[in-house]
């Protein structure tokens, strides 16, 4: 079975962010690599979108109804909403305040979930 380069691409930058997760303590390896992961799932919805044909598969084919399809965007927009939690906590890591650590570290575990999630339905709606 042959898989998408986004779906290899999503898994290698998910190995990425477990790396990040596992050396948190340091510091500038974490941050940049967080940022980039960020940076990245932002980028592919973007990507999809430019060179996919989603109006003939959604529309034309009645895609659009699949309770699939709907878990994927329901898993995004968890995982953008707990990245923005994210960042919040790590800038008020940043300025010294370890009252959000716990927090910080605990939203780190559920992203990493969330994001393994999300490349699985992706994965799964790939044509």
């Not at 973007?46 to 044909?53: F, M, P, Q, S, T």
């Amino acid at each position: 079975m042959l898989t998408a380069g986004t779906v290899w691409a999503a898994f290698a930058v998910q190995i990425g962010m477990l790396l990040a997760f596992r050396y948190a303590k340091k510091r500038a390896y974490h941050v940049v690599t967080m940022i980039a992961v960020i940076l990245f799932d932002i980028g592919m919805p973007v990507y999809l979108y430019l060179n996919k044909d989603w109006y003939r598969r959604l529309i034309e084919e009645g895609e659009i109804a699949s309770f699939l399809i709907w878990i994927h965007l329901m898993m995004l927009v968890l995982m953008y909403a707990l990245y923005v939690l994210q960042i919040k906590t790590a800038l008020r890591l940043l300025r010294s305040d370890n009252s959000v650590r716990v927090d910080h570290r605990t939203q780190g575990k559920v992203v990493l979930w969330v994001r393994g999630l999300v490349i699985l339905s992706g994965a799964l709606l790939v044509e």
